[in-house]
T-cell receptor, first 119, second 114 residues
């Protein structure tokens, strides 16, 4: 079964500094990886995804993520943090389930990392 | 497009009561799913559907039923509510049944079971 680990419950960074939110994964086959953001009392919003191709993926709001196959990691980065980036960030991996016989796909999410950007 | 809509936004139930959480999408997406979000647990998949008439269980299906009679709607039924089902529930949809495209999430339903 697939899994995602986000080793930091909380990340604090000063405004204007670079930020990194860490994610490692485990999955059979080629990894399909996603980052989502959740603002307070809202649903999740898609930031970016890695399917194939370049290891550096660019997404919404100036975020990017670096895929590293050997380290099974997919860290989220931003060169200069904004106070408005403060939110809960989730990493997810696509996996294949055979619970009903025929295979179908599911997303497995990490537990989330709370990012606080300090003015 | 309204995107993914969920009703109600808030609900309080007593133990043993049943209810249905509604989810609808107007994007003609084949894949729909239900998650629950609990503090420190992330999102956990309850049930999902890859098209009308097709549903499957996720990680935490016990105590919940789903059906998918149309492409647009994917209701989640709580059969006999328990305090352990107190959570925030999110419905999501995706264009791609193989999840190579992103999921769009609804605003959530906050459920309290007393």
């Amino acid at each position: 079964a697939q899994s995602v680990a986000q080793p930091e419950d909380q990340v604090n960074v000063a405004e204007g500094n670079p930020l990194t939110v860490k994610c490692t994964y485990s999955v059979s086959g080629n990894p399909y990886l996603f980052w989502y953001v959740q603002y307070p009392n809202r649903g999740l919003q898609f930031l970016l995804k890695y399917i194939t191709g370049d290891n550096l993926v660019k997404g919404s709001y100036g975020f990017e993520a670096e895929f590293n196959k050997s380290q099974t990691s997919f860290h989220l980065k931003k060169p200069s943090a904004l106070v408005s980036d403060s939110a809960l960030y989730f990493c997810a991996v696509r996996g294949l389930s055979f619970s009903s016989g025929a295979g179908s796909y599911q997303l497995t999410f990490g537990k989330g990392t709370k990012l606080s950007v300090i003015p | 497009n309204a995107g993914v809509t969920q009703t109600p936004k808030f609900q309080v139930l007593k133990t043993g009561q049943s209810m249905t959480l509604q989810c609808a999408q107007d994007m003609n997406h084949e894949y729909m799913s239900w998650y629950r979000q609990d503090p420190g647990m992330g999102l956990r998949l309850i049930h999902y559907s890859v098209g009308a008439g097709i549903t499957d269980q996720g990680e935490v299906p016990n105590g919940y039923n789903v059906s998918r009679s149309t492409t647009e709607d994917f209701p989640l039924r709580l059969l006999s509510a328990a305090p352990s089902q107190t959570s925030v529930y999110f419905c999501a949809s995706s264009y791609s049944p193989s999840l190579v495209t992103e999921q769009f999430f609804g605003p959530g339903t906050r459920l309290t079971v007393l």
